[in-house]
């Protein structure tokens, strides 16, 4: 539909859930309430959406389940009440203030969402680091992007995805690994799916400890043990190095690193490696075959690689794979990460990690923090990187931290060995939580809450995991008196005293994080929301000249590092993550499931959507159930260095012996929490990305016996 034809009460909107980014439109009924299809305007979903997009207007159709009115309790002891906004903003900036003053500004932080519009983003990020004075400020993209975001600095230069989605029409090889995009980003695998059914000689390697959906038309699945994807990565890179099937013009010209890296593939031969990872020899060979004769070669990935203790060098190694091919910075080739948030990337772009600061600068750079400072006209930013998600709850824990702010995420679902994190929130000082729903387990620790706007409710703009920017418009009036996260986070720096939090609107904020990005690598300054209005949607950087976005980097083959070449690492393989052993046997693996997202807080709303899988289990292979007596549905019980759980078993012979695998999005339902998966994960983290390790942990499996 175009722009012109779009009646009053038709509006366009992105999805809120993954990051594929899929445009809507949406209609405005007359009794308030919206239906929405698929964009057929739009370039990344072409009118498609997914069960998830598909149901996205209930989500705020339905208010049964939303917070109204701010609430404040003075006291631990007290109930918490509801006051007006000016009360409850008064008093957390109070307290604020008073534990900055006594304990310094590390002992607040804040602790936000890869669902935030990047506005908000960008006012919570100035906020903590340009005047509270602090770098506390992390969120939940660390448990799903930052191992890609590290990798990407340092193969690349800096964190930028270098392909786009209209790359998948031009490749002819697909190594996806450690991602289920057929259930987790489906719009984007559709147009794989699509591709490969218009071109059958295109070959698609799958590399998963399961058989997925994505599995479906794999033309190679390499069900690999969990966690020895480095070895096989280096495996493939050994054989192609073999073939000569390598591009040595790019590796001589525009790489440092290959002399090393090729010594290390070399130190293990492909019988031994195809032994760890538990494939045959002759698979490996058939992928590397695969990717050696491809003319366009996109790795994808996602948590399977993300979320592990030794998960930037998985990243590393897979991107190796790319750059000792020259399949980068061409059409239908590149390393492709995908975002499992809809503006994890908007995130990234405004600085909005505990390590980063706006537009790609680096903050253990002097010169970068005082332009930035200089910019926001606040107080001098921390050299020291700020506390991440995982270590804000120790902190809690050990009192280094008295006040933590919740910004639209759930962490006592969402965060490995989540009843630390309970234990944390019990300790806490002062709990603040921003939410839309009354649902998220941290509610009932908070000292304030403060109701927020939903989707369609606010104006702002998110990044998808092309670099797209989408205008999301405001279509509808938030319940009650909530409010946009920006203007709350706004409001309440104003309350602290701060100057430069009085943006009229959501324009000015994004104006302002506009101007910041002038002449940095992704540059925006010359793009503003009417240009964004009026040609829908634009990748960074923006050309203002020419007026067009980017949709490839690094088509001159010069990278962000110093010297401009690419970085081929030569990483380890060794394995940091909590071994099997006698008294917990299986490899718990943890995931999504195809019609819910996160928490639930949103699609456990619609009831199509938890038709599709409607409680939490435990896939099981079936010779392991047989040796514990577990049959189909019954329950059995998991348990863990760190928890326990019961759930009804799923019977698969799709997941390998030895390994077990949970859906993450179940919490506590009804005061019963033992469903939560992260009852039993380990809150061990990779030692750059500081990302848990959600893939791999040891567990013992039985069958319930009443007491
Ligand atoms: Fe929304 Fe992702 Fe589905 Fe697209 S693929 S409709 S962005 S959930």
């Known amino acids: 539909m175009s722009k012109a034809k779009l009646s009053a009460h038709t509006q366009k909107s992105t999805c809120c859930y993954c990051g594929v980014g899929c445009g809507v439109v949406i209609n405005k009924q007359k009794n308030g309430s919206i239906t929405l299809e698929g964009d057929k305007t739009h370039p990344v979903n072409k009118g498609m959406l997914c069960s998830k997009g598909l149901n996205l207007h209930y989500t705020v159709n339905d208010k049964t389940d939303r917070l109204l009115y701010p609430q404040m309790r003075y006291s631990k002891s007290m109930p918490i009440q509801r006051v007006s906004w000016d009360d409850a903003l008064a008093r957390t900036a109070a307290v604020f203030k008073t534990f900055i003053q006594k304990y310094g500004p590390e002992s607040v932080a804040f602790y936000a969402s890869g669902q935030c519009l990047t506005e908000e983003y960008y006012v919570v990020n100035k906020l903590m680091k340009g005047f509270i004075g602090s770098n506390n400020i992390d969120t939940n993209s660390r448990l799903c992007m930052s191992s890609a975001v590290a990798a990407y600095k340092i193969a690349l230069g800096e964190d930028s995805v270098p392909v786009c989605y209209d790359d998948i029409e031009l490749a002819d090889c697909f190594y996806v690994t450690g991602a289920n995009p057929a259930w987790c980003h489906p719009i984007l695998w559709r147009r794989v799916e699509a591709h490969k059914a218009a071109n059958p000689g295109v070959k698609i390697i799958v590399v998963d400890p399961r058989t997925t959906d994505t599995c479906g038309i794999a033309d190679l699945h390499l069900q690999l043990n969990p966690g020895t994807d480095i070895t096989l990565n280096h495996a493939i890179g050994r054989v192609l190095i073999e073939n000569g099937d390598i591009d040595v013009n790019f590796i ?130 921390a050299a020291k990187p700020g506390l991440t998600a995982t270590e804000m709850f120790e902190a809690l824990n050990d009192g280094r931290l008295k006040a933590i702010w919740i910004m639209c995420t759930n962490p006592l679902t969402s965060l490995p060995n989540v009843r630390l994190a309970e234990e944390a929130l019990k300790k806490a000082k002062f709990v603040v939580v921003q939410e839309v729903s009354n649902k998220p387990e941290s509610l009932a620790y908070a000292d304030v809450i403060l109701p927020a706007a939903a989707w369609a409710e606010k104006e702002g703009t998110m990044t998808n995991s092309e ?131 996160h928490t639930m807080s949103k699609t456990g709303k619609v009831n199509k959507l938890n038709q599709h899988i409607k409680q939490a289990f435990i896939e099981i292979h079936p010779r392991d159930a047989a040796q514990l007596g577990i049959k189909e549905g019954e329950v059995t019980v998991i348990t863990s260095r760190r928890g326990e759980v019961r759930v009804k078993a799923k019977l698969s012979a799709e997941i390998k012996q030895g390994v077990v695998f949970m859906p993450m999005h179940w919490g506590k339902i009804l005061g019963n929490d033992l469903n939560r998966v992260n009852n039993l994960t380990n809150d061990a983290v990779d030692p750059i990305s500081k990302e848990p390790d959600f893939k791999y942990c040891a567990v013992s499996v039985q069958k319930y016996k009443k007491p």
């Not at 904020?509 to 009026?534: C, F, W």
Request: with cysteine.
């Open 467 to 597: 670099r797209r920017i989408s205008y999301l418009e405001k279509i509808l009036d938030a319940p009650g008196e909530a409010l946009p996260d920006s203007e709350i986070i706004c409001r309440f720096a104003q309350k602290m005293g701060y100057k430069g939090f009085d943006f009229k609107n959501a324009t000015e904020i994004y104006a302002e994080h506009a101007k910041l990005t002038a002449k940095t690598t992704i540059d925006i300054s010359g793009l503003s929301y009417e240009i964004l209005k009026q040609q829908g949607t634009v990748q960074w950087p923006y050309k203002a000249k020419k007026g067009t976005g980017t949709p490839r980097l690094f088509t001159d083959k010069r990278f962000f590092t110093e010297n401009k070449n690419a970085v081929i690492s030569a990483v380890p393989d060794t394995l940091t993550s909590e071994l099997p052993d006698n008294s917990y046997p299986f490899i718990l693996t943890t995931g999504r499931i195809r019609d819910q997202w």
């Open 252 to 381: 001589t010209n525009h790489a440092d690193g290959f002399e090393q890296y090729s010594r290390l593939v070399f130190e293990r031969s492909v019988a031994e490696a195809a032994q760890i990872c538990g494939i045959s020899e002759r698979d490996i060979r058939l992928a590397a075959q695969y990717i050696g004769q491809a003319k366009g070669f996109i790795s994808m990935w996602t948590m399977g690689l993300n979320q592990s203790s030794i998960g930037v060098n998985k990243n590393l190694s897979l991107i190796n794979l790319n750059l000792i091919t020259g399949h980068i910075g061409k059409p239908g080739s590149g390393p492709l990460s995908l975002t499992g948030q809809p503006n994890a990337m908007g995130g990234r772009e405004v600085g909005g990690l505990a390590n980063l600061l706006p537009a790609h600068r680096n903050l253990a750079n002097p010169l970068h923090r005082a332009e930035v400072q200089k910019f926001w006209g606040g107080t001098e930013i």
